[in-house]
């Protein structure tokens, strides 16, 4: 079913020019133009953005380029030519933008000539934000940053993965995302202030992958300056509560189970016949049972290893323990409940017909985002907005073209 919405959008009006490359500058836009913004995606026209070369390909189209330009407008520019940074500067003032996003090396824009200050000039309530691996100051400022890189300097590895084994690195690109929300939340405060407090000024946005990683990682810098704990690997449990973990079932699937709460433990152990753990000062409390962990995990593993997937889950579901099965993305695209909320919703798409991909999020009740189509090939937008919309004619247009510019 293809999202259906009514009346204006939020971020209608809204005009955002997307600078951004591969994940975290074009995230942000995604979600601003999931919920109305215009945006209109600049590509430089050797190549494009990195991002149509990231990921999974069907016959030459990408795939996550499908998601991450959704509801874009796609320019080619060539922003390293002066000519290019000329016309820049006349789609900031033309336009009159709100939003402008980047994601290149720190100091790459004062480079071009394009500084925030400069191009506040153009369009005083610019808001621009600034996405790079280590922020616009400080001694790693000028180093290439990728996910990768944050991902490991930001504490995220050296936590994550089997306590005997290497530190891990997650399979998605989750410092670009995390550091994409952050500045989502950036922009609609600076807007907030711009708008709703009519200062009628935009600011700058300076996000650090590491550092928006950094602070999502609950409690370990504060562990570490108030208990000297470096933090360390502990594989699917939590320093929090106990049990949790996965665990394997007899037909060789996997459960997860969160013990989060005495009452959730007490219903567990009650469902697995052994209600004498209760009176066991090893797992009595949470604080005993994170102390006993390898042996409540013995327990626990032992007891789920004796039923089917199926037949474990309808137990501790009936019996209100927490507990989910671990499902791929063919689980999820069959499930009842993900069917029924929608999660994932299907458009028509110009090269690959018919294609799903998961709902805008977050769900407003008044005004839902919508998706109006997935992301498209590269410079498809060019007339319309050099020609229609800055007034450029065909011989100017002819011309920057023939030079590489657009």
């Not at 430089?44 to 499908?66: E, S, T």
């Amino acid at each position: 079913m293809s999202e259906q919405t009514s009346g204006e959008l939020p971020l209608s009006g809204i005009t955002v020019i997307d600078c951004g490359q591969v994940v975290a500058g074009p995230t942000i836009a995604m979600i601003l133009g999931d919920f109305g913004a215009e945006v209109i995606k600049v590509e430089n026209p050797q190549g494009g953005d990195q991002g149509r070369y990231f990921g999974r390909n069907k016959g030459g189209v990408p795939l996550v380029w499908k998601q991450l330009s959704r509801n874009k407008k796609t320019i080619t520019l060539s922003l390293s030519k002066p000519g290019g940074q000329a016309l820049f500067r006349r789609l900031v003032q033309r336009l009159k933008a709100d939003v402008l996003i980047e994601s290149f090396r720190a100091g790459t824009f004062e480079r071009w000539n394009l500084g925030y200050e400069s191009l506040r000039e153009l369009s005083p309530g610019l808001v621009m934000v600034r996405v790079s691996g280590f922020g616009q100051t400080g001694p790693y400022r000028d180093r290439p940053g990728f996910g990768t890189l944050a991902e490991a300097m930001s504490g995220f590895a050296h936590i994550t993965g089997q306590p005997d084994g290497p530190p891990t690195l997650p399979p998605f690109p989750l410092a670009d995302t995390t550091a994409a929300l952050y500045s989502t939340i950036g922009v609609m405060l600076a807007l907030y202030r711009r708008d709703a407090r009519a200062t009628g000024r935009g600011q700058s946005i300076d996000t650090s992958l590491v550092e928006s990683l950094y602070t999502v990682l609950t409690g370990h810098a504060v562990s570490w300056d108030q208990l000297g704990l470096p933090g360390r690997r502990a594989g699917n449990r939590t320093t929090g509560s106990a049990p949790r973990n996965t665990y394997r079932t007899r037909d060789e699937r996997w459960i997860a189970i969160a013990g989060s709460t005495q009452a959730i433990t007490e219903r567990l152990f009650r469902e697995m016949g052994r209600a004498d753990l209760l009176e066991d000062e090893r797992f009595a409390t949470n604080q005993a049972r994170l102390a006993n962990v390898d042996a409540l995990d013995a327990i626990v593993g032992e007891w789920v290893a004796s039923l089917d997937q199926r037949d474990c889950m309808q137990r501790l579901l009936a019996a209100e323990v927490a507990a989910a099965p671990i499902a791929d993305f063919r689980d999820l695209a069959e499930d009842p409940h993900m069917i029924a909320r929608e999660a994932l919703t299907e458009i028509d798409d110009p090269e690959l017909g018919r294609l799903r991909m998961p709902r805008v999020q977050p769900r407003l009740s008044e005004t839902p985002g919508r998706i109006a189509h997935a992301g498209l090939p590269m410079g498809v937008h060019n007339r319309e907005i050099y020609l229609e919309r800055l007034g450029m004619d065909e011989a100017e247009f002819e011309a920057l073209r023939a030079d590489g510019v657009i």
